[in-house]
């Protein structure tokens, strides 16, 4: 929250609530953030190939007595919560534009294209800038 205060430039003496502050700034809260970015990793893992290891690993089961109490919560069963909440399926992640669309992420690729600029240091970069054409 330091870095948001920073960039609206407020202070913790001007008692302008973090909410506020995410809202004209146009950022998303921390919790939405966690969520998308395990369901975006989940579809990344759900695309791998069945003998890939990272593929395995979400599906490993730990053999053995579980010890006494509530079972830990895994990722698995998180992200899985998390789909439920989006309404989202396995099958969508194999189409990779189609889930990104789904949990918010949205691809404008085709829509941009990108430029040499320079920074006015000497030295050139990129830039991306939206393409008027279509």
């Known amino acids: 929250?330091?870095?948001?205060?920073?960039?609206?430039?407020?202070?913790?003496?001007?008692?302008?609530?973090?909410?506020?502050?995410?809202?004209?700034?146009?950022?998303?809260?921390?919790?939405?953030?966690?969520?998308?970015?395990?369901?975006?990793?989940?579809?990344?893992?759900?695309?791998?190939?069945?003998?890939d290891w990272m593929k395995k690993c979400m599906v490993y089961e730990v053999k053995g007595a579980r010890p006494r109490g509530r079972p830990k919560k895994t990722w698995r069963k998180i992200v899985e919560k998390d789909c439920n909440a989006r309404a989202l399926n396995r099958e969508a992640a194999v189409d990779r534009s189609r889930w990104r669309r789904q949990i918010g992420i949205f691809d404008d690729h085709d829509e941009c294209e990108w430029v040499n600029v320079s920074s006015g240091t000497g030295s050139p970069g990129l830039s991306r800038t939206k393409s008027t054409e279509r």
Do not use: C, F, T
Request: charge should be positive; charged fraction near 30%; aromatic fraction near 8%.
């Open 1 to 51: 929250m330091r870095m948001v205060r920073w960039m609206s430039g407020m202070k913790l003496q001007d008692r302008v609530p973090s909410k506020e502050l995410r809202a004209r700034l146009g950022l998303d809260d921390m919790i939405s953030i966690l969520h998308q970015n395990r369901v975006q990793w989940y579809g990344h893992v759900l695309r791998k190939e069945d003998y």
